[in-house]
């Protein structure tokens, strides 16, 4: 039901853009969000930026002013700009849709895409 696409490597400084797609037959307008997992052990996935229910935006601090979340309710897509990209930003990036009104947390998803892979390097 949510199939995200977008991710790719870039030189620092760079930028992409994620999109997601929501599946027509996902009940509602659910809060959702971007999420990300970095590899190492012990890492775990948390919240890029996000859109509540009421359409209220969120961010990470680590990306406040250089990422972009965007719901398009007529398309069904949650995209996410990433500008200023930096060797930190790189991860696993997944679209999540969450129970309640936030989309804080891992733990409120309860739909996930597959995720995409995002690499930033000099």
């Known amino acids: 039901p949510l199939v995200e696409s977008g991710g790719g490597s870039v030189e620092i400084g760079g930028s992409l853009r994620l999109s997601c797609v929501v599946a027509k037959n996902v009940p509602e307008r659910p809060a959702m969000g971007w999420f990300r997992q970095s590899p190492g052990p012990g890492k775990e996935r948390e919240m890029v930026?996000?859109?509540?229910?009421?359409?209220?935006?969120r961010y990470q601090d680590s990306v406040q002013g250089r990422f972009t979340v965007s719901r398009d309710n007529d398309k069904n897509t949650l995209d996410l700009q990433m500008n200023s990209l930096k060797p930190e930003d790189t991860a696993t990036y997944y679209c999540?849709?969450?129970?309640?009104?936030?989309?804080?947390?891992?733990?409120?998803?309860?739909?996930w895409g597959l995720g995409t892979q995002v690499t930033v390097s000099s």
């Open positions: 930026a996000s859109v509540d229910k009421s359409g209220r935006l």
């Open positions: 999540a849709a969450c129970t309640g009104d936030y989309c804080v947390s891992r733990y409120a998803a309860y739909l």
